[in-house]
């Protein structure tokens, strides 16, 4: 099955400055990597997802880059503030394969604290 | 925004008991998920839900969990005889196909 490997598990950055998340993936069959924000006592919120057929995908102080020879893919935060602070999943998602599921494998997390 | 709704927030339960966990998915949606998160570690993989039937389960979906629709618009997961080792939170999800799944806020369940 599929195996998503992320680093680092922790992450502090000064406020304002970048931060940048990265995960693996085994299963080239995947094509959908989707990116969470769990805040403490929360559910997983979907902030930037990116499909196969795009390299890259921005959204204001988020991005997403994919490389799909090498299986990776990585999440930029700009301006990092404060309220950034969380844990972070990337995940991945096979294409369908007319089962009816869009199972998602998830990584094991990155939590991020932004030092005012 | 629409939202999926889980119910409890949070549940103690004895050793051995029966559980059922309820979420309200987006209505227009039509895959339903369940994922559990045991503290600290990553969220894994329960089983998912499409055409009122299962359609896809992980290793630890076994005989003790079961999944049911029973109205329009509930997802229940029951969980008999529970163990200590269930303990965790265990999120509902819904999605219209295969992207933007959209999360709840999750049920911690604590087995005593």
């Known amino acids: 099955g599929e195996n998503v490997e992320q680093h680092p598990s922790t992450l502090s950055v000064q406020e304002g400055d970048s931060a940048v998340i990265k995960c693996t993936y085994s299963?080239?069959?995947?094509?959908?990597f989707p990116w969470y924000k769990q805040e403490l006592g929360k559910g997983p919120q979907l902030i930037i997802d990116?499909?196969?057929?795009?390299g890259e995908k921005k959204d204001q102080r988020i991005a997403v880059t994919l490389n799909k020879t090498a299986k990776h893919f990585s999440l930029h935060i700009t301006e990092t503030q404060p309220e950034d602070s969380a844990v972070y999943f990337c995940?991945?998602?096979?294409?369908?394969?007319?089962?009816?599921?869009?199972?998602?494998?998830f990584g094991k997390g990155t939590k991020l604290s932004v030092i005012p | 925004e629409p939202e999926v709704t889980q119910t409890p927030s949070h549940q103690v339960t004895q050793m051995g008991q029966e559980v059922i966990l309820r979420c309200v998915p987006i209505?227009?949606?039509?895959?339903f998920y369940w994922y559990r998160q045991i503290l600290g570690q990553k969220v894994e993989f329960l089983v998912s839900?499409?055409?009122?039937?299962?359609?896809?389960k992980s290793e630890i979906f076994d005989d003790q969990f079961s999944v049911e629709r029973p109205d329009g618009s509930n997802f229940t997961l029951k969980i008999r005889s529970t163990k200590l080792e269930d303990s965790a939170m265990y999120f509902c999800?819904?999605?219209?196909?295969?992207?933007?799944?959209?999360f709840g806020s999750g049920t911690r369940l604590t087995v005593v």
């Open positions: 299963d080239s069959a995947s094509n959908y």
């Open positions: 999800a819904s999605s219209s196909q295969g992207y933007g799944y959209t």
């Open positions: 990116i499909r196969s057929n795009v």
């Open positions: 839900f499409y055409n009122n039937e299962i359609s896809e």
């Open positions: 995940a991945a998602r096979k294409a369908y394969s007319g089962a009816g599921s869009y199972q998602l494998t």
């Open positions: 209505s227009n949606h039509l895959y």
